[in-house]
């Protein structure tokens, strides 16, 4: 829609015609050198957005302890089912990404494209469902967690099917095995007893001595869990991959306690124990007792009716001194000193399983234990290191195992840990390193029209480059410690623009105790250097280059690291930057902005109402002109995809118009229709 805007003007000579390009403009005289009068304007109103700065987002995880969340936050379905378990995709960048509250909630007002009708929510933490989805309802999107919570999970156990009897194939006579379970040596069914889902009944409770674990410690552990490892498959820090075997220097009574897991196997997990200095080298070489016939806890997708323990389940172990020749006789609670206890988790030796098809079903050989050499992988051969890992949280020892080395490899599997009457009952362990997450957002593309302020053609590829936004985070406290932006160069394939333009940013958000780093990143080379911006500190101007067409291709990245002994660390972004696009014409500063921006002070004011800009300088509204076409764009959420139209050389000084059907529908509506015109199907 297009608006006038009429301005008293003492001619002080005759009006003449110009700006705007339009015979029918009257401009006012020049009432002093380099600046001109106000004038009779008519331009398009439009802001030309593609955001929606206002979008309400509430998303709730149902979860089992009280912890934050890490979450992403998509506009297209970000990853698939692999094995049961959902896995974001190599390569997707999310539009948002942060942290819910300790309460696992997560209520603001965000930017979003404004575009998006959908939004996917991701996580990678496994206490949290993995993706949800939502659709925008006016300005508001909320989620729902249709989860198991935590109390659920304790009290539910799977009806027992009629005429069935489940099993621990590790357990039950040889000729009632099925293949993967038939080789082992058979495992003693002396200390549990438990229902037809694999339940333990007779848990302990805790005694004097020898207590429960607190709930509170109990989910700090489980936070602290998804804190320090990481959440990406394959990349499990080595340094907690130890032997874990439980060291005994007195004797003493010890009880194993479950935090939790995050698994599709129902596996089985067993301890044994052998003298100091007779380290096992195989599971022939060691009696293993029967704990957790089935360790599946009900948070694995669709596993909820088939819960076989639970976050608390407790159980206190035995001694049978005459394991050795099969006799429960003269067991005892107490362990003598000089011994080791290791643990075995046997992959899907609970015969109830999941029913999906799949791999959920199969028989598994995979054995993870705490010993070196006693885990066997899926095809029988021992591994050389123990399947499990071993940390501390201030002194208190957690083991998890991964129940799958040929797959996420992430030791989550199933995580435990124990209570003991002496305090030297555990060998020395790694206290946890807290990990980071670095979270990268796709912001979009920024497209401009060098020639201003005179009439272009308006294909909008004159200066065109992507912009991303990252922030690090510590799992710690979910501060940012670093963030910055990234800046992709591109072009079209004619190259027919000779104007040497370079990129600039208003930088804003830094404070003194911040270290700004600045790197670069040229056309076929693998790693960003560390470089030197020219950076006005006056007008907050950092110039990324001053000739972007001789540079097309390089990528250019700015970070902020914050001071965490300054008290300087944010919950969310606290650096914003307004690229622009500048050069010199004849020794005056032009500079080119999105619609309605204001120029930094270090622009020439000369140029505004000149040519085909119709800028209405005194009431600060800059970079317009009549007409569907700007001479800027910033194209919220855009992706390399979606910009491929404006970099082909056949669109080459052809409108934008020509290139998206859908653009003049949305100019024309002033925003309401085809707000998705540059998303490419």
Not at 225 to 250: C, G, M, W
Not at 590 to 607: G, M, Q, R
Request: charged content about 25%; glycine content about 8%.
């Amino acid at each position: 829609m297009m608006y006038k805007h009429f301005y008293s003007v003492i001619a002080a000579a005759a009006l003449v015609l110009a700006g705007c390009s339009n015979a029918d403009d009257i401009v006012g005289a020049n009432g002093g050198e380099n600046t001109p009068d106000p004038v009779v304007k008519e331009y398009n109103d439009f802001s030309f957005s593609t955001e929606n700065a206002n979008l309400s987002v509430n998303l709730s995880y149902n979860l089992r302890v009280k912890t934050s969340v890490y979450f992403e936050l998509f506009d297209e379905e970000p990853g698939t089912w692999e094995e049961g378990k959902y896995y974001k995709k190599d390569g997707v960048t999310p539009l948002y990404a942060g942290f819910t509250d300790e309460n696992g909630a997560f209520a603001s007002t965000i930017t979003m494209p404004s575009y998006v009708t959908k939004l996917y929510a991701y996580s990678p933490y496994f206490i949290a469902t993995s993706i949800l989805e939502a659709n925008v309802e006016g300005n508001t999107v909320n989620f729902v967690d249709n989860g198991v919570s935590m109390s659920l999970a304790r009290t539910l156990s799977r009806a027992p099917l009629a005429g069935v009897t489940n099993k621990c194939y590790l357990t039950c006579p040889v000729e009632e095995a099925n293949e993967g379970y038939k080789n082992d040596k058979r495992w003693y069914d002396w200390l549990v007893e438990y229902d037809n889902n694999g339940r333990v009944q007779n848990r302990f409770s805790g005694e004097p001595g020898l207590p429960l674990i607190a709930e509170d410690s109990l989910a700090k552990y489980l936070k602290t869990h998804l804190a320090v490892f990481p959440v990406d498959r394959n990349s499990f820090p080595e340094k907690y991959i130890k032997q874990a075997d439980i060291q005994l220097t007195k004797p003493t009574e010890l009880a194993i306690t479950v935090i939790g897991g995050n698994t599709c196997w129902h596996s089985s997990l067993g301890y044994y124990y052998y003298p100091e200095g007779t380290t096992p080298t195989s599971l022939n070489d060691v009696n293993v007792v029967l704990i957790f016939p089935n360790t599946q806890d009900g948070f694995y997708p669709g596993s909820q009716n088939y819960i076989g323990a639970a976050h608390g389940d407790c159980v206190k172990l035995m001694y049978y001194p005459e394991i050795a020749s099969g006799s429960k006789a003269n067991a005892t609670t107490v362990f003598p000193a000089g011994y080791r206890i290791g643990f075995v988790l046997a992959a899907n030796g609970w015969s109830n399983r999941l029913t999906t098809k799949g791999d959920f079903k199969k028989d598994r050989k995979q054995r993870s234990a705490t010993s070196a050499y006693v885990s066997i992988d899926q095809n029988g051969n021992p591994y050389a290191k123990p399947m499990s890992a071993v940390y501390n949280v201030n002194g208190q020892v957690l083991v998890s195992f991964e129940d799958d080395g040929g797959w996420d490899k992430n030791y989550s599997d199933f995580i435990v840990t124990f209570q003991t009457k002496t305090v030297d009952a555990t060998g020395p362990t790694p206290a946890p390193e807290y990990n980071t997450i670095l979270a990268q957002q796709n912001l979009g593309f920024y497209a401009f029209e060098d020639q201003w302020p005179s009439k272009g053609d308006y294909d909008m590829n004159d200066v065109i480059f992507n912009a991303t936004y990252h922030k690090l985070y510590s799992t710690e406290n979910n501060a940012i410690y670093e963030e910055g932006y990234t800046f992709k160069t591109f072009t079209n394939e004619a190259r027919a623009e000779a104007l040497q333009s370079g990129i600039a940013l208003v930088l804003k958000g830094l404070v003194g105790t911040d270290e700004l780093q600045c790197m670069v990143k040229k056309p076929g080379k693998e790693e960003f250097e560390e470089t030197q911006f020219e950076y006005d500190t006056k007008n907050k101007v950092l110039y990324l280059t001053s000739n972007v067409k001789g540079e097309v291709g390089t990528e250019y990245r700015i970070n902020v690291k914050h001071s965490a002994q300054l008290g300087t660390l944010y919950k969310d972004k606290k650096i914003t930057v307004s690229p622009f696009v500048y050069r010199d014409v004849e020794g005056k500063r032009l500079e080119i902005h999105l619609p309605k921006e204001a120029p930094t002070a270090l622009a020439d004011k000369s140029f505004f109402g000149t040519e085909d800009d119709c800028s209405d300088v005194a009431n600060k509204i800059y970079y317009v002109r009549k007409g569907n076409y700007p001479f800027a764009f910033y194209l919220s959420g855009a992706t390399e995809k979606d910009v491929q139209r404006l970099l082909n050389k056949d669109n080459e000084r052809h409108a934008i118009s020509e290139s998206f059907s859908k653009y003049k529908s949305w100019v024309e509506s002033n925003g309401g229709k085809d707000k998705n015109w540059y998303k490419v199907d």
